[in-house]
């Protein structure tokens, strides 16, 4: 069992900035693959950008690269998303996920079965 913890949203303006952490606890070591995913209103869920916990890979949407920066503290357990030049497209319930064996959500070469609460990112135009 993997847990995770969300934090870092919040309410900014057009062109601003956040950064997500996501606290892992619990079986970090079987991690592969880490990675973020968001909720629009009346939309569904999307991946955003995933990372390989051991080779440092990254992939990310079309719609995120050269904007966000997904990446981990590995002493801290720690995974981070680096959001820059917010859009208000970007509005939505932001997830984080690790890989599972028998997860249901295949993004990116991993299939992700362990979430977070998730944090709410709100940018206002």
């Known amino acids: 069992q993997v847990q995770l913890v969300e934090s870092g949203g919040g309410s900014v303006q057009t062109g601003g900035s956040l950064r997500l952490s996501c606290v892992a606890s619990?079986?970090?070591?079987?991690?592969?693959?880490m990675g973020w995913f968001r909720r629009a209103p009346g939309k569904e869920r999307e991946g955003v950008a995933r990372?390989?916990?051991?080779?440092?890979?990254?992939f990310y949407a079309d719609s995120v690269k050269e904007r966000f920066t997904i990446s981990q503290d590995n002493a801290k357990n720690t995974l981070y998303l680096q959001m820059n030049s917010l859009k208000p497209e970007d509005t939505a319930m932001y997830y984080c996920?690790?890989?599972?064996?028998?997860?249901?959500?295949?993004?990116?070469?991993?299939?992700?079965?362990?979430w977070g609460q998730g944090t709410q990112v709100t940018v206002s135009s």
């Open positions: 990372l390989t916990t051991r080779g440092g890979s990254t």
């Open positions: 996920a690790s890989d599972e064996q028998f997860g249901g959500t295949w993004y990116a070469g991993c299939r992700f079965g362990y």
């Open positions: 619990g079986a970090t070591y079987s991690r592969s693959c």
